[in-house]
């Protein structure tokens, strides 16, 4: 499996690609908590080793370190683009933000979305 990462999101995987949610939190400038929200998780699901290496669990956080990766390019920064991720509605998701489509297990459509509009589409 592997995902798309930039060169400082790297620095939040294991070896082996695993995402920790610790250095991720802290890249995005939140709390393990705020993170499990944003991705559909349970707070244990970040906490707990055994349910962070369930193969949900994830599959869950790379979804969201690749759209936020993606998110990045024009934001500038982690955080704007962790903000993006939270609170932009997207037109052409009945106005659900990318956060609301992950939790919803919709993140495919998301990245989906974001390379049309990398590519010069519309939403």
Do not use: C
């Amino acid at each position: 499996m592997s995902v798309a990462v930039g060169h400082a999101l790297i620095e939040t995987l294991e070896a082996d690609g695993r995402v920790r949610p610790d250095r991720l939190s802290d890249w995005l400038g939140t709390s393990r908590q705020q993170l499990a929200a944003a991705a559909g998780l349970s707070r244990d699901a970040v906490s707990k080793t055994a349910r962070l290496q369930a193969p949900a669990t994830q599959q869950r956080l790379r979804d969201l370190v690749e759209i936020i990766n993606r998110i990045r390019g024009w934001a500038g920064t982690p955080e704007v683009a962790f903000a993006w991720y939270r609170s932009e509605p997207i037109p052409g998701f009945g106005d659900l933000t990318a956060e609301d489509m992950v939790r919803q297990g919709r993140a495919e459509a998301v990245k989906r979305y974001l390379s049309r509009v990398a590519a010069g589409g519309y939403a």
